[in-house]
């Protein structure tokens, strides 16, 4: 266990739903990110949040909305989804974004499947 | 483009033989350098961070940094089949930017 958590661990939607991930932090920490994880690809960031405030928008489609209504909680919202966004999806927290002693700290992940 | 650089493997190694796992990356002002593994179906775990040139040590695990050749490695003594997973190296970059992940090294261990 981590401190981070995330719901639902597994998801199969069809193109026209729109669900949620949900993550929340029990750690303190004060950012938040969003990852997504194709097979034979890096971790590929997706959205930053510091103090609850987007920093980061790593070009990513707006058929994923993020939220972030506190320091403890992230959400990732979807609608529209294709099949190529089928995906495990991690979420990770850290005290700040930078600095000596700084590391991430990931959720076990939402393995998606668009269909 | 930042990017970091990984062989994928596999590779193989036998038990209780010394792994070694190399990365390098493009952004010379990066200042923070991590090492994740990964076992198939979970998360990445954080196992080491090297921040100075030179060698780490914990456990069995050493992190070896090198900023003039932009090079990282993570070096696993005494392997045992449990190590077998995908080592992901991450660099963060100067300033107040989010880790940059390479693709991973898969490692198996032979007993």
């Known amino acids: 266990e981590t401190g981070v958590t995330q719901t639902p661990r597994h998801l199969v939607m069809g193109m026209t739903n729109k669900k949620s991930l949900k993550c929340e932090q029990h750690?303190?920490?004060?950012?938040m990110y969003w990852y997504k994880q194709s097979a034979k690809k890096p971790l590929e960031l997706m959205f930053v949040?510091?103090?609850?405030?987007?920093?980061e928008n790593n070009s990513v489609p707006s058929r994923f909305s993020p939220e972030c209504p506190n320091s403890s909680h992230l959400f990732l919202h979807l609608h529209t989804l294709q099949p190529e966004d089928s995906a495990l999806y991690l979420c990770?927290?850290?005290?700040?974004?930078?600095?000596?002693?700084?590391?991430?700290?990931f959720g076990p992940g939402t393995r998606l499947l668009v269909l | 483009q930042k990017e970091v650089e990984q062989n994928s493997g596999p590779l193989s190694v036998p038990e209780g033989a010394i792994a070694s796992l190399n990365c390098t990356y493009s952004?010379?002002?990066?200042?923070?350098f991590f090492w994740y593994r990964q076992y198939s179906g979970k998360s990445p775990e954080l196992i080491m961070f090297?921040?100075?040139?030179g060698d780490k040590e914990d456990g069995r695990f050493t992190a070896q940094l090198n900023k003039a050749s932009q090079y990282v490695s993570l070096l696993i003594r005494d392997s045992q089949p449990s190590d077998s997973a995908t080592y992901l190296c991450?660099?963060?970059?100067?300033?107040?930017?989010?880790?940059?992940f390479g693709k991973g090294t898969r490692l198996s261990v032979i007993a």
């Open positions: 090297i921040y100075s040139n």
């Open positions: 952004d010379r002002g990066s200042q923070s």
């Open positions: 991450a660099v963060r970059g100067s300033g107040n930017t989010p880790l940059v």
């Open positions: 990770a927290s850290s005290q700040g974004l930078a600095g000596s002693g700084e590391t991430q700290y």
């Open positions: 750690l303190g920490h004060n950012a």
């Open positions: 949040y510091s103090l609850e405030e987007r920093v």
